[in-house]
Structure formats: structure tokens, C-alpha cells
């Protein structure tokens, strides 16, 4: 689930593995890694290019489901005890893309605004170094649907930020 690299020049910062991730051991390895990719404009071999592009989630182990069967939130020890260490073993970063409100959190502290929305909304308030994302699941369809500004205005800068960092 975790992909470190010294030459990492993008950071994917999530939030827990999901049930299929779990099985897998593969981060994204599911619909919401498809669309996150395709919100990147990233090929799965460039995507899982670890001398180019870190995967960092908030949580490293599946949290359980809770009494609705949605997945749990991230269990906090993960970033408590790991995530200051790992970020600094990741000198070369140039963009952090946050998924989530708890990726949001710890990489934006109080720069961060009241909801995801309201988070997302002010992506230009965290350039050059970060974008703040809604998580690429298909829960999220409501918002997106709600939300059609951000793929007319936060998904081009996106790509263009992830192309700018990684040099291609």
C-alpha cells in the first residue's frame, strides 16, 4: 500500500486502503484508482512509476467498515507515528496531491478551510505545492455531479501540475 522513493518528485497522498487495495496490496488497484488516474492523466505504468511518484496514505492497513459498511476513517497512529518520518525521506517532492479531508488535514494544517468542499473550492490557495481532492470513489458521484467546476477548473490544472512536476 505504501510506496516510498527518494526520487519521488509527486507525492499521492490518500487515506486507508479499501477492501479490494487490501486483497491486492496494490494501491489504487480498484474503480477509484482507475478514475483517479484518469483524473491525473496518468497510465497505470506511470502511475505505479515509484522512482517518480509516491503513494503515502493517511492510514497503512485496512480500518474496518463501519455500521453501514462504508469503510472506516484512517487509524490515526499511522500518520502520528509514520508520516512526518516518511515525508522526510522524500526530499526531491515538487506536488502533493491530497485525497480527502484527512490527507487535507495533515498536509494543509490550519490552511485548511471549513469541509472538503470549501477545501477543494480554494485548490489555488495551496499551489504550487498541493491540490486538494475529493477521494475518486463512487460515492462521490453525488458531489461530482453537484460540483461541475471541478472538473472544468480544478482537473486541467491538475494535469498540468502533475505534468510539471514529473517533467513530461
Request: net charge positive; glycine share 6%.
Given at each position: 500500500m505504501l510506496r516510498v522513493s527518494s526520487t519521488a518528485r509527486l507525492l499521492i497522498a490518500g487515506q486507508a486502503p479499501g477492501t479490494r487495495v487490501h486483497a491486492s496490496g496494490v494501491p489504487f488497484s480498484d474503480p477509484s484508482g482507475e478514475r483517479l488516474r484518469a483524473w491525473l492523466d496518468l497510465s497505470p505504468e506511470r502511475f505505479y512509476n515509484e522512482a517518480d511518484i509516491a503513494i503515502v496514505p493517511m492510514g497503512f492497513c485496512f480500518p474496518g467498515l463501519d455500521a453501514k459498511g462504508g469503510d472506516r476513517p484512517p487509524r490515526p497512529e499511522c500518520a502520528r507515528t509514520w508520516?512526518?518520518?516518511?515525508?522526510?525521506?522524500?526530499?526531491?517532492?515538487?506536488?502533493?496531491?491530497?485525497?480527502?479531508?484527512?490527507?487535507?488535514?495533515?498536509?494543509?494544517?490550519?490552511?485548511?478551510?471549513?469541509?472538503?468542499?470549501?477545501?477543494?473550492?480554494?485548490?489555488?490557495?495551496?499551489?504550487?505545492?498541493?491540490?486538494?481532492?475529493?477521494?475518486?470513489?463512487?460515492?462521490?458521484?453525488?458531489?461530482?455531479?453537484?460540483?461541475?467546476?471541478?472538473?472544468?477548473?480544478?482537473?486541467p490544472e491538475l494535469r498540468a501540475r502533475v505534468v510539471q512536476a514529473l517533467g513530461s
Open positions: 508520516r512526518a518520518p516518511l515525508m522526510a525521506q522524500m526530499p526531491q517532492l515538487r506536488f502533493r496531491v491530497l485525497i480527502g479531508a484527512y490527507a487535507q488535514r495533515w498536509h494543509l494544517g490550519d490552511r485548511v478551510r471549513s469541509g472538503l468542499t470549501a477545501t477543494v473550492a480554494a485548490f489555488r490557495d495551496y499551489l504550487p505545492e498541493a491540490m486538494p481532492l475529493p477521494h475518486p470513489s463512487w460515492r462521490n458521484n453525488g458531489w461530482l455531479k453537484q460540483n461541475p467546476w471541478f472538473e472544468e477548473q480544478v482537473l
